[in-house]
T-cell receptor, first 113, second 113 residues
Framework: EPEVTQTPSHQVTQMGQEVILRCVPI?????FYWYRQILGQKVEFLVS????????KSEIFDDQFSVERPDGSNFTLKIRSTKLEDSAMYFC???????????FGDGTRLSIL | QKEVEQNSGPLSVPEGAIASLNCTYSDRGSQSFFWYRQYSGKSPELIMSIYSNGDKEDGRFTAQLNKASQYVSLLIRDSQPSDSATYLC?????????????FGTGTLLAVQP
């Protein structure tokens, strides 16, 4: 069964450094998402991406965050200058259309020191 | 602010019993609803989707939807210790060209052998 893949599984970064989280969505999917989950808290929406542009972003997704689909298969989340509070699990998700369910990758655990 | 509410639990049931998990949501316009299972430290895994009022059965799982009451539930029959996990209720919220998922905090289910 096709799946969403994320790399790396764990990223440790010094505060203030840039980090790029990578995702390969399911190949025929058109809608792409990033969510995050701080330890012990709920899964929170960050951003949605469709037709090569951001469709919606949450209040969390400020100017330090950006997303890109550089080559038709990868979907990346960049955090420009990381803060301690960015420490969380980051999940990439994709779906093929409309009301269909989103399928999640295994996540990247981001630890900011 | 669109919300999804779940009892955080833990819900403890003996092996072989029926586990009943409940969820309410605030957005009356929502049309699609999902249950995800999340093991500790892992990503959300889709187990059920439901779009119409009534019941939908898949193996040991039954999802129930009542849009008038803004209520979704999940029944797990013949509960097994391997069902022990956090169950996340997620509601599709329309936003621009895409939909996003709003998650509840999840209900921790513990199946006792």
């Amino acid at each position: 069964e096709p799946e969403v893949t994320q790399t790396p599984s764990h990223q440790v970064t010094q505060m203030g450094q840039e980090v790029i989280l990578r995702c390969v969505p399911i190949s025929n999917h058109l809608y792409f998402y990033w969510y995050r989950q701080i330890l012990g808290q709920k899964v929170e929406f960050l951003v949605s991406f469709y037709n090569n542009e951001i469709s919606e972003k949450s209040e969390i997704f400020d100017d330090q965050f950006s997303v890109e689909r550089p080559d038709g298969s990868n979907f990346t989340l960049k955090i420009r200058s990381t803060k301690l509070e960015d420490s969380a699990m980051y999940f990439c998700a994709s779906k093929d259309s409309g009301n269909q369910p989103q399928h999640f990758g295994d996540g990247t655990r981001l630890s900011i020191l | 602010q669109k919300e999804v509410e779940q009892n955080s639990g833990p819900l403890s049931v003996p092996e072989g019993a029926i586990a009943s998990l409940n969820c309410t949501y605030s957005d009356r316009g929502s049309q699609s609803f999902f249950w995800y299972r999340q093991y500790s430290g892992k990503s959300p895994e889709l187990i059920m989707s439901i779009y119409s009022n009534g019941d939908k059965e898949d193996g040991r799982f039954t999802a129930q939807l009542n849009k008038a009451s803004q209520y979704v539930s999940l029944l797990i029959r013949d509960s097994q210790p391997s069902d022990s996990a956090t169950y996340l209720c997620a509601v599709n919220i329309y936003g621009g060209a895409t939909n996003k998922l709003i998650f509840g905090t999840g209900t921790l289910l513990a199946v006792q052998p």
